[in-house]
């Protein structure tokens, strides 16, 4: 079975199940986080030789972590609003207690994951502006001076005054998508990804008036859209050739 977790709103995660099922990866199926958060029974079990889980999902379908052989994960957050008691203090505790143990049934198929989990955002490290510019730089991505300040919005855009043009490309693996423009910056953001520890990783770019491209901002949460077709065959074959697991 594969998975692909995403809130019902995210368009661009539903065309790639789509487009997935279509390819013939098969059993896929489509979960929400409020269907994981709101499930009528759940067992987790942590053992010596590694976790598994199974959950009982609100429309009655079943999850069990060792059916599963891939996921594309799109978990921004674990919605767990839904949880409030008469004291705020059971409230907070109940909500953290649910947004770990979401935490650590993603982590139980980490391995086969794309996008993996993080103790900073479950779909990956959430980073300020301030990290990701960086690692661009580390990554060898061009990039402006980054304002930073108490009373005014930081951004990664360091001459408000000047003319650009934004362009998002995705990088999935080895392979980077919609980067035809800026062909020169390729290796950079592949090694951005590696950086990151992720996946699947989407990067804007500005370009200026002379066509000079350098790093705006970073994302775990890409619109896979913008590789087309070429993106989402990668990824059928990506979730295809990942790791069996043991049974």
Not at 53 to 58: R, T
Request: one cysteine or more; proline letters at 6%; hydrophobic letters at 45%.
């Amino acid at each position: 079975m594969w998975l692909v977790l995403c809130e019902p709103e995210d368009k661009a995660a539903m065309w790639a199940y789509t487009s997935l099922k279509e390819r013939g990866l098969a059993p896929i199926e489509l979960v929400a986080p409020r269907s994981l958060t709101r499930s009528e029974r759940s067992a987790h079990r942590v053992e010596k030789d590694g976790a598994s889980f199974e959950i009982g999902l609100p429309d009655g379908r079943a999850l069990a972590s060792g059916d599963i052989d891939g996921v594309l994960n799109r978990l921004a957050y674990a919605p767990v609003e839904h949880l409030v008691f008469t004291s705020r203090a059971d409230t907070l505790y109940a909500m953290e207690e649910m947004s770990a143990l979401v935490l650590s049934w993603l982590e139980c198929i980490a391995p086969i994951t794309v996008n993996r989990p993080s103790a900073r955002g479950l779909s990956g490290a959430w980073r300020s502006a301030a990290e990701w510019t960086v690692l661009a730089a580390r990554a060898g991505l061009p990039v402006a001076p980054l304002p930073l300040s108490s009373s005014l919005p930081a951004g990664p855009h360091g001459d408000a005054t000047a003319t650009t043009t934004a362009r998002t490309v995705v990088v999935l693996g080895e392979r980077v998508f919609g980067a035809e423009p800026v062909r020169a910056l390729v290796p950079a953001c592949r090694r951005l990804a590696k950086l990151a520890g992720t996946d699947l990783l989407g990067i804007d770019l500005e370009t200026d008036a002379r066509d000079a491209a350098r790093f705006a901002a970073a994302t775990t949460l890409p619109d896979l859209r913008i590789g087309g077709d070429a993106l989402v065959d990668r990824l059928h074959e990506h979730l295809t050739h990942l790791p069996a697991r043991s049974r």
